[in-house]
C-alpha cells in the first residue's frame, strides 16, 4: 500500500473537513455551507464512503490532500507531510534530489521552535521582563495576546542562544541554517566555554531584542523579526530579521497569516499593514484578518498567496513619503493581478499600533472608509499639480496613466481613462495611444490571456465529468449510450484517457466490467469525484432516467464544441474581409451558418 493510501485509510476525510467547518448529517453524506466561496444555503458535501468532498456552489473538490492544501495554501508534499505527521505514517520516499534537503528541515523546525520557547521564557521570567514585557504591556498588549504571538526577548550577550542550543545535541552547522547566529572572521574568535563549541567564528544574531516569531501557514516557526529593546543600542537598527534560509523565504511569508486565514477567507477580505506591531495590535482589537509582509516589499508570490484566500485589500501603510511609496508599489501590483485594492487613510505619523493604542474606533473608521485605489491615486495627484498649467497637465497624466497600465480589467482601465480625459480635458484616444506605448513593469505575475475558446473551460470540465460519473455510477444504465461517446470530444486530457479506457477495455463485455478497470491515482481520484457529484444528486433530487441524462449531457458537450468552432469561425470572417478575399468570406459564411444549423438541432 502506498503512503498516500495508508494516510487516506487512517484518516477520516469528514473527521478532517469537521476540524475546520461545521457538518450537518445529510443523508448518507454530510453537508456545510462551502469554506472556499461565500453562500447562505449549503452546497458543500462530503462523503465518507467516497472519501472525497465536493461544492456544488463553486465547483471545488478533491480528497483530504486537496482540502488541505485548498484550505493551508500549500502545495501537495506539505499537505502530505502535514497529514502524515497526524496520520502517524513515516515518509520514507522522496523525489530525486530532495531526500538530503527533506531530511535537514525536521531539525531546522525543531531548532527554531527550542529557540522560540527559550525567547519567550526570558520574556516571562528572565531578564526581558523588567523592560520588554514591560514596553510591550504599555503599548496595550494583554498578556494573552503576547503569549498567543508567542513574543519573546533576547538577552544582551554574544552566545546565550549558541551555547543553549549546543546544549541540547543541536550541530553548528544545522543552527546556522536557521539564521540565529552570525559568523565572524577567525581573527574574532571568542574563548571557548566548557561547552564543546566546535568552531568559534559563530555568535548570537539577536541580543538585547525584543522577539516576534515569523511562522508558515501551519504555525511553525521559519525565523524571526526583532526589534531594539528600550534602552537598547540606539546605534543598531530597530528592526532586523532572519536572512533568507530554506526554511524562511522573505518574498513568500506574510506575518500573522496563520492566524488570519480562516477570518480572511470568511470575510473574503484583507487588511495589510506594514509593522509585526500593527498585525498584532489590529488583531486584537477584533480586525482577525490582519497580516503584514515579511521584512521586504510587498511582491508576486505574496499575492499569490493572498489570492487563494481573497481577492479583496485594504492597505494601511504609514501617509510618510516612505510609507506612500510602498503603498504606490504594492497597489500597482495587485492592480495588475486584478485585485480589488482600498487605502486606508492614517494620520500623517502615524501607524496602525499607535492609533489603536489610543482609540479603537479611530481605527475602525480608518478602516472602514478606506477609498478606492485608484480613486484616491487620482485626488492625490489633482491636489499637488495646477492642471491650468500645460506642463502640469502632462506630470498628471504621466503619473496616473503609469497606475492605469497596471489594471488587468479591460473595462475598469476603459472606465478610468474615461474619467481621467474628461478632469484633464483631452481625447480618450489621446490617453490610450499613450497606454499602447507605456510598457507594464517587469517581474510582476503575470496574467493569463484567454481567447474565446476558453471561456467554456470551466463548463466544459464540468460537462465531462458528468459524464465520466453518469458512466461510472450507472453502468448498466448507460450501457447503450456508451457507444456514442467519442473519446476526442473530450478537452481535459484526464478525462479523454479514462474515457479511452473505458471504450478500449469494455467494449463487447458486460456493464459491470468498467467497475473493475484499474486507474492511475489521479484518474481514480478524478473518477471518484465524479461519480460523488452524481451520487448526490440522486440523494437530494433524484435521477430517474441516467441515460437520457447522459444524453442531455452529450448534447451541451457538443453545443459547446460547435459554439467554439463559431467563435473560431467568426474570427477568420473578420480577417477575410478586412483583407477583401470575397471568395474566402462566402466559404467561411457558409460554414458559419452550416455550425448554426447544427447548433439548433
Known sequence: MSEVEDIKNRISVVDLVGEYIRLQKAGSNWRALCPFHNEKSPSFMVSEERRSFHCFGCGKGGDIFSFVMEMEGIGFREALEQLAQ?????????????????????????????????????????????????????????DETIKNFRLGYAPDGWRNMLEFLLKRDCKIEEITK????????????????????????????????????????????????????????????????????????????????????????????????????????????????????????????????????????????????????????????CLENDLNVRIVLLPKGKDAADILEKDKGAWDEAVSGAREVVEYFFEDAFSRYDIKKPADKKKVAKELLNV????????????????????????????????????????????????????????EEA???????????FSRETEKQKATIDPEDFSGEAEKKIIEKVKKETQGKTSEKIKELNFDFESQRLIDEAVFEVE??????????????????????????????????????????????????????????DLSAQLEE
Do not use: C
Open 404 to 459: 492605469l497600465k497596471d489594471i488587468a480589467s479591460p473595462v475598469e482601465k476603459a472606465h478610468w481613462v474615461k474619467v481621467l480625459a474628461e478632469k484633464l480635458d483631452v481625447g480618450e484616444e489621446t490617453l490610450f495611444e499613450i497606454l499602447r506605448k507605456t510598457k507594464s513593469d517587469p517581474g510582476r505575475v503575470s496574467r493569463q490571456k484567454e481567447d474565446v475558446p476558453l471561456r467554456n473551460k470551466g463548463k
Open 178 to 333: 536557521t539564521g540565529l547566529l552570525v559568523e565572524k572572521g577567525s581573527e574574532n574568535k571568542i574563548p571557548n566555554t566548557k561547552y564543546q563549541i566546535p568552531d568559534t567564528k559563530f555568535y548570537d544574531r539577536f541580543r538585547d531584542r525584543i522577539m516576534f516569531p515569523i511562522q508558515d501557514i501551519m504555525g511553525r516557526v521559519v525565523g524571526f523579526a526583532a526589534r531594539i529593546s528600550p534602552g537598547g543600542d540606539e546605534k543598531t537598527a530597530k528592526y532586523i530579521n532572519t536572512p533568507q534560509t530554506e526554511l524562511y523565504d522573505k518574498s513568500k511569508v506574510l506575518y500573522g497569516l496563520n492566524f488570519a486565514k480562516t477570518e480572511i477567507r470568511k470575510q473574503d477580505e484583507v487588511i495589510l499593514v506594514e509593522g509585526n506591531m500593527d498585525v498584532i495590535a489590529s488583531q486584537q482589537a477584533g480586525f482577525l484578518n490582519t497580516i503584514a509582509v515579511s521584512g521586504t516589499a510587498f511582491g508576486p508570490d505574496q499575492i499569490k498567496v493572498i489570492k487563494r484566500y481573497t481577492e479583496n485589500i485594504k492597505m494601511a501603510f504609514d501617509m510618510d513619503p516612505a510609507g506612500q511609496t510602498a503603498s504606490r508599489r504594492s497597489a500597482k501590483v
Open 463 to 473: 460537462i465531462e465529468r458528468r459524464i465520466i460519473g453518469l458512466l461510472f455510477a
Open 536 to 593: 448526490v444528486e440522486k440523494d437530494e433530487n433524484g435521477i430517474s432516467f441516467p441515460e437520457e441524462e447522459l444524453k442531455k449531457a452529450l448534447k451541451r458537450q457538443k453545443g459547446l464544441k460547435i459554439k467554439e468552432k463559431i467563435a473560431e469561425v467568426s474570427k477568420k470572417i473578420k480577417e477575410s474581409e478586412k483583407s477583401g478575399k470575397r471568395k474566402e468570406t462566402r466559404a467561411l459564411l457558409q460554414e458559419f451558418q
Open 86 to 142: 497526524k496520520a502517524g505514517v513515516e515518509i520514507k520516499k522522496f523525489e530525486k534530489g530532495d531526500r538530503g534537503r527533506e531530511s535537514v528541515k525536521p531539525k531546522l523546525y525543531r531548532i527554531l521552535e527550542l529557540a522560540a520557547k527559550w525567547y519567550e521564557k526570558n520574556l516571562w521570567e528572565g531578564r526581558g521582563r523588567e523592560k520588554a514585557l514591560k514596553y510591550l504591556r504599555e503599548r496595550g498588549l494583554t
